[in-house]
């Protein structure tokens, strides 16, 4: 194993940080370094950017119109775009359901939906968890059940925290074909058009006062055997390839390196008995300890890719790292709460002038008029929104019984 880069791979590196600082829009990465939420039309914008130099699909063949890089680079990119504070990529229809098609889709499925998920045309979320299916996804219970005519599927059923539904004309969704079967092995993968009839979402409004996730309602919806990936009854195999991919970038490693970077340098401008916070041996220990499990995450998510670029494939490792990723994510963003104190706004206000589903409920004056600093406009809900981290993607606890059993054998 080799973690050191090649050449090749740091000029990728300087390609790379070249243009996060000179073609992205200083303003969008502001908003995402003010921790301000984005709307649909800059999440768009930044998909597009990266559209027009080939780079949005990372994890993609180059024949399907990725950019063939190896997990090196795709390391590097996404490391680069954390630490310049680009927005992240909306995770859905390139990240999740774009390998899941490549994989088990039908020619005519990946001819059809591939190119839309590029060009932006889709937006796609995602139909997994209901509310007696959550940690435990394979006890779903939306139905999808053949008409008479064999030609579509008729879906009644409930999905709930569907991130960002509001946006999407799409969803993928896991349904329960056969009610008599393991449960595992009477799931199907379904691809829904949220225009259809019977589709009704419901916003749910989160802790931190903001509108990020959804409740979906289908009642007797119409969907084309069509559209149908994988075989029948068989969608627990698309089901765990996606997660394995929604798991190792819930980890998001340049994330809190950024994170990281930010609690340090808010850390050194607060006073404490005259002296920077930083200086503080409490607040220094729990700082250092977080760093030292940083650095150890990354040598780990270095060893995955090392162990992917020679042809292995990441099992246990991406529960692993999303549980440490998860854990280090929520104690930096505890860290700058306790880092700002009574300066941190307890919460954005929910039903205030300027809230949205695109502002997120905040507030109407801005952290220089209020003489506060920057971090302390998101500081609070940034805290509460990262609680999810450890819940979902599937929760920790669930994490640790893959571990258990795929590395222990218990």
Request: hydrophobic share 40%; glycine share 10%.
């Amino acid at each position: 194993m080799d973690l050191s880069f090649t050449p090749d791979e740091q000029a990728f590196k300087d390609e790379v940080r070249h243009f996060v600082q000179h073609e992205v829009p200083a303003a969008l990465r502001a908003k995402v370094r003010d921790g301000q939420h984005l709307s649909k039309a800059e999440h768009e914008q930044w998909h597009a950017l990266l559209h027009q130099r080939g780079w949005l699909a990372s994890h993609w063949p180059r024949e399907w119109g990725g950019p063939g890089w190896t997990p090196v680079q795709r390391f590097i990119f996404d490391h680069e775009c954390a630490l310049a504070y680009c927005p992240r990529t909306v995770p859905f229809g390139v990240n999740m359901l774009g390998p899941v098609l490549i994989k088990y889709g039908t020619e005519a499925q990946k001819r059809h939906w591939l190119p839309r998920i590029l060009n932006g045309d889709d937006w796609w979320c995602q139909g997994y968890s209901e509310p007696g299916a959550g940690s435990d996804l394979a006890a779903v219970k939306t139905t999808a059940v053949k008409d008479a005519s064999g030609e579509f599927y008729v879906v009644s059923g409930q999905k709930t925290w569907t991130t960002l539904g509001h946006h999407a004309n799409m969803i993928f969704c896991l349904v329960r074909t056969n009610r008599e079967a393991k449960k595992q092995e009477g799931i199907s993968f379904l691809l829904i058009d949220m225009r259809s009839p019977g589709v009704e979402v419901r916003p749910i409004i989160t802790l931190d006062g903001a509108h990020e996730v959804n409740e979906v309602f289908f009642t007797d919806v119409k969907v084309p055997v069509a559209n149908l990936v994988g075989t029948e009854h068989q969608g627990w195999t698309c089901a765990k390839f996606l997660l394995t991919y929604e798991r190792t970038n819930i980890a998001g490693v340049g994330f809190s390196v950024a994170a990281l970077a930010r609690v340090k340098a808010v850390a050194s401008r607060v006073m404490k008995g005259g002296r920077p916070l930083l200086d503080d041996p409490l607040f220094a220990a729990r700082l250092a300890r977080i760093e030292i499990d940083l650095r150890n995450m990354q040598t780990t998510n270095l060893r995955v890719i090392a162990a992917a670029a020679d042809g292995g494939a990441p099992g246990a490792e991406s529960s692993m790292l999303k549980i440490k990723g998860t854990e280090i994510r929520q104690e930096l963003s505890a860290l700058l709460r306790r880092a700002l104190g009574p300066q941190a706004m307890a919460l954005w206000q929910h039903g205030a002038e300027e809230s949205g589903p695109d502002t997120g409920g905040r507030p109407g004056a801005n952290p220089m008029e209020r003489g506060t600093p920057p971090e302390a406009d998101f500081a609070a809900q940034q805290y509460f929104n990262n609680r999810k981290l450890s819940i979902f993607g599937g929760s920790n606890e669930v994490q640790k019984n893959i571990i258990a059993k795929l590395i222990l054998g218990l």
